[in-house]
């Protein structure tokens, strides 16, 4: 028996299923919401008054859109998908102008050092988002929040009430087009976001083959992406009191190489968690993400590449952790010890990087967990065969890594 399809599990939201149906009243979904670089390109320059970013040392940024912007347009991308596709690209557009004409008039930013930013991964649903969150209660950190690395610099004359409400129609919007995502990942204007997002207007990272379903000849480029994430953390700290970073992304697990000659003094805090529940959220998560833009979404290509992807990964970082050739300090946490006891599983990820956790922190842990119960936007239950996964051949593949970091298979 083959996965599921997407449509088999969720049913659109009317509003969503009438726009979709409006790009085949006009002879489809790219007529409706054509996508044309120079078009976009043109656009920034008038919205923004700005004729050139300049150089923000993240290399061809210009023929990496182009070529993205061939790719969305060679995807399978219904109304709504490429409504939110285009205004994630001119966005990103308006940020990279606005960033790069922001440094011209004050070259200082370029001397903000970015110190030993500590950085969460693990595979998705392994703890690492609320964990994240747990984090950046230090009051000796600095996350990554929507509204500050989505609008580093803020257009002029525009208030602090309206760069939230920008914010927020990128990171509240999925959820109003299918509204189990908000059970799968919550998006807001005012938590933390992962690096992907901030790393969009590199047309370089993970972002972008996140949403669609054929890259054509759009590549990744990760040192160009973590140019600009530098770029991004550097503007947003610049005239602020030093603290250090706080960052976030599961697939920081498959270049922590990369991730480590941007950042030589980083600190890893990696979470744990049964593959057999890890490996199908994380499949349904990419799957959900492309379903908010397509109606193809070809899970029988999705699941075994995730599968593969991080199997690799988990087992590659836990031997490389054991010769030392990571050469960074690590701190773990498991998604059980972290559900079961969230303050000393911190205490714990912490005591491995060289960090304390204070009492003001803890109590605002305990707090904030009040404040905010488990699964308060529905539960996203799944199991393994559903998407595309035999629980018993993960732990049988991945029993070297459950040993290594005491993971525990889960009922």
């Known amino acids: 028996m083959g996965i599921r399809a997407m449509g088999e599990r969720y049913s659109r939201p009317d509003w969503v299923r009438r726009m979709n149906a409006m790009g085949e009243a006009v002879g489809g979904a790219a007529r409706m919401v054509p996508l044309v670089a120079d078009h976009l390109l043109e656009h920034t320059r008038l919205t923004t008054g700005i004729d050139d970013p300049g150089d923000l040392g993240d290399g061809d940024w210009e023929g990496r859109l182009r070529a993205l912007v061939d790719a969305v347009n060679g995807s399978a991308l219904h109304v709504v998908g490429r409504m939110l596709t285009r205004e994630e690209l001119m966005r990103s557009l308006r940020t990279r102008f606005l960033v790069g004409e922001r440094w011209r008039r004050d070259p200082s930013i370029a001397d903000e050092v970015i110190e030993a930013p500590i950085v969460v991964t693990g595979p998705a649903r392994s703890g690492t988002t609320i964990l994240f969150e747990l984090l950046g209660l230090d009051p000796g950190l600095r996350t990554p929040i929507a509204t500050d690395v989505i609008h580093p610099v803020v257009p002029p004359g525009t ?88 960052l976030k992304t599961p697939g920081y697990l498959m270049m922590l190489d990369d991730l480590l000659a941007a950042y030589p003094d980083a600190c890893i805090v990696m979470t744990h968690r049964d593959p057999a529940k890890t490996m199908p959220s994380t499949v349904s998560t ?25 199997a690799d990964a988990l087992t590659t970082v836990g031997r490389r952790r054991l010769d030392g050739s990571l050469g960074a300090p690590f701190g773990d946490v498991r998604f059980a010890e972290l559900m079961a006891d969230p303050v ?68």
């Open 286 to 310: 990419v799957a959900m993400v492309q379903w908010l833009r397509t109606d193809h979404v070809e899970l029988d290509v999705v699941a075994p590449l995730i599968g593969a992807l991080f």
């Open 159 to 246: 208030s602090a009430e309206q760069v939230t409400a920008m914010t927020e129609c990128e990171q509240e919007l999925w959820a109003d087009v299918q509204p189990e995502m908000a059970s799968v990942h919550e998006l807001r204007s005012d938590l933390p976001v992962e690096c992907i997002t901030l790393c969009a207007p590199s047309f370089a990272g993970s972002h972008w083959p996140m949403l669609l379903t054929d890259l054509g000849d759009w590549v990744p480029d990760v040192a160009m992406d973590l140019a600009w994430h530098r770029v991004v953390l550097q503007t947003v700290q610049h005239g602020r009191p030093p603290q250090r970073w706080l």
């Open 344 to 411: 000393a599983a911190v205490a714990g990820a912490y005591a491995g990087i060289g960090r304390e956790l204070t009492a003001e922190h803890a109590a605002a842990i305990e707090a904030y967990l009040r404040d905010k119960p488990r699964g308060k936007h529905g539960t996203h239950r799944y199991t393994a065969e559903e998407w595309g996964f035999d629980a018993e051949v993960l732990h049988r593949d991945l029993a070297e890594y459950m040993a290594q970091f005491d993971v525990e298979p889960e009922a």
